[in-house]
């Protein structure tokens, strides 16, 4: 396939281990920074916007404006100090999630993922983590929720290659927590009524640490 060029660089799709699963822990730090610099920030959508509450649309043209999109996610994402970010959180309706995230053993994963499937788990590997979770479109409310300590992604990279990313711990979490954006859901949804109104309470009563688009 192709080389597509992205600014000044020439992204080439994924390395893959052997298992098939691409590489995304090496040169985090230089690719995350040509990312950004290419890009533009772009201000946080936040909960209460419709583009946030509903399933986005596959993304079916992979060219420059998608390059151009990833780029300013990622920059958006330094911005707001985030460890992950999915389009229509920057008002975009595309599957798209970019992230830069480590796991529990301090290993920084960073990379994009097109299109998005969460692949269900067998029982054995449904061991769940209860860690506090926040969300940049929901600022400053943090609360605990369950989820599996493993996850496994599935989806396309830039050029519309297939790609599959795994993670564990933090990781994990950071790649289900992304996906439920692009199909509609912030982890809030997920909460008690009680806890979803306490975080919903905290934000409120937060200032945001990032620009953010206001609510009509």
Do not use: W
């Amino acid at each position: 396939m192709a080389q597509q060029e992205t600014g000044e660089q020439i992204f080439t799709g994924y390395a893959v281990d052997d298992d098939g699963y691409i590489v995304d822990t090496e040169e985090c730090e230089a690719r995350e920074l040509a990312h950004r610099e290419r890009g533009t920030s772009r201000p946080i959508t936040v909960v209460g916007n419709p583009v946030l509450h509903h399933e986005c649309a596959d993304v079916t043209e992979f060219g420059p404006e998608l390059a151009a999109l990833v780029d300013d996610m990622f920059a958006s994402q330094k911005t707001a100090e985030g460890v992950g970010l999915a389009a229509n959180q920057i008002g975009v309706g595309l599957k798209v999630f970019v992230y830069d995230c480590p796991d529990d053993e301090g290993v920084r994963h960073t990379g994009h993922v097109v299109n998005p499937v969460l692949q269900e788990l067998p029982a054995d590997r449904r061991h769940l983590d209860d860690s506090n979770e926040g969300c940049l479109s929901v600022p400053t409310a943090y609360a605990e929720l369950a989820r599996p300590d493993f996850a496994e992604v599935h989806g396309q990279d830039l050029l519309g290659n297939p790609i599959k990313v795994r993670g564990t711990g933090y990781f994990a979490r950071c790649l289900q927590h992304e996906t439920d954006h692009l199909y509609g859901f912030l982890y809030i949804d997920k909460l008690s009524k009680r806890d979803r109104k306490d975080a919903l309470r905290q934000m409120e009563e937060g200032t945001p640490r990032y620009p953010v688009v206001a609510n009509d």
